[in-house]
């Protein structure tokens, strides 16, 4: 950085000094193929292949990611995806948008639906913008973040009471919030607020069945402030404990890759048993003020 200062990063380690687009697909087609090995005997053709990277006007995005990004990754696996797989540049909400359209395809009849993401913040444009708004983590900067990158997937199919335990999202919900990270209106949590009042609402559900919350919260206090704002403007019941997770603090700020990240957290937690409970609130917050939240569920047996 100008002040000569090194910055803090959460780097995926490779043997190899991968750049760029490449190392993007080092990161995220070894996450697919491992959803692809439990698909039993399903052929790939049947299954769409979401694919969730940064959003356009994110500065530092790699150029032309919408147009032969999810080519580069069938080529890669040496596999061809359905027809309707398809590139969501929308960032952190990306793949929560993606999830709504992979319901919409599995109710068409599609076996499965993988949602991947991959993004990374550690590019010199990117860190340059970010240090100049003073939104990164520095020695003189404590309300900052640490960038970080990612690839993940997770494989979705229709919920089914034969294969328990499973986690299963039950509920889904979007806002639009006007007072972002870098505005200066006042925050109310509005967007927040309208993303987890609709994901309860989606599905059929109080705070009384929630037990704890993942977010993408990543160290600046805006983020910790929308949450406290948000969760204050929607909960009508007293709880004891309403822990609040955050893998940023673990891996830093990856970008679109948070969610599928975000799932795969709750899912471990619940499958090695210190999850506080099965119902979990996931929100996620772009920096353009797109919002949403997701409603989940560890079922471990039939009702």
Not at 3 to 13: R, S
Not at 199 to 222: F, K, M, N, P
Not at 253 to 266: D, F, K, M, R, Y
Request: net charge negative.
């Amino acid at each position: 950085m100008s002040d000569g200062e090194w910055l803090t990063g959460c780097e995926v380690p490779f043997e190899q000094g991968w750049r760029g687009r490449e190392k993007l697909l080092q990161m995220v087609v070894p996450a697919i193929q491992e959803c692809l090995t439990l698909i039993g005997n399903t052929s790939v053709q049947q299954v769409p292949l979401l694919l969730c990277v940064a959003e356009p006007e994110r500065p530092g995005r790699f150029a032309d990611l919408d147009d032969g990004f999810l080519s580069d990754v069938q080529a890669r696996l040496g596999r061809a995806f359905h027809a309707d797989s398809a590139i969501f540049s929308r960032g952190r909400i990306g793949p929560v948008e993606a999830i709504s359209r992979a319901d919409i395809l599995i109710s068409a009849s599609r076996p499965y639906c993988i949602v991947a993401a991959v993004d990374t913040l550690l590019t010199a444009s990117t860190l340059s913008y970010y240090h100049e708004k003073r939104r990164l983590l520095t020695s003189e900067n404590s309300n900052g973040f640490i960038p970080g990158e990612a690839g993940a997937a997770v494989l979705l199919a229709r919920a089914n009471e034969q294969l328990l335990p499973q986690l299963c999202c039950v509920g889904l919900g979007t806002g639009i919030e006007k007072a972002t990270v870098e505005a200066e209106e006042p925050l109310r949590a509005d967007g927040m607020t309208q993303a987890i009042k609709a994901a309860l609402a989606d599905g059929q559900c109080t705070y009384s069945d929630l037990h704890y919350r993942i977010t993408d919260i990543s160290g600046e206090q805006y983020g910790f402030k929308e949450a406290a704002l948000a969760l204050a403007r929607t909960i009508r019941e007293r709880k004891d404990e309403f822990g609040i997770w955050n893998p940023a603090d673990c891996i830093g700020q990856p970008g679109a890759a948070i969610v599928p990240v975000a799932l795969g957290v709750a899912l471990a937690a619940a499958r090695k048993g210190y999850a506080p409970g099965p119902g979990v609130l996931c929100h996620f917050a772009a920096d353009g003020g797109d919002r949403a939240a997701l409603i989940l569920r560890y079922l471990r047996r039939a009702a």
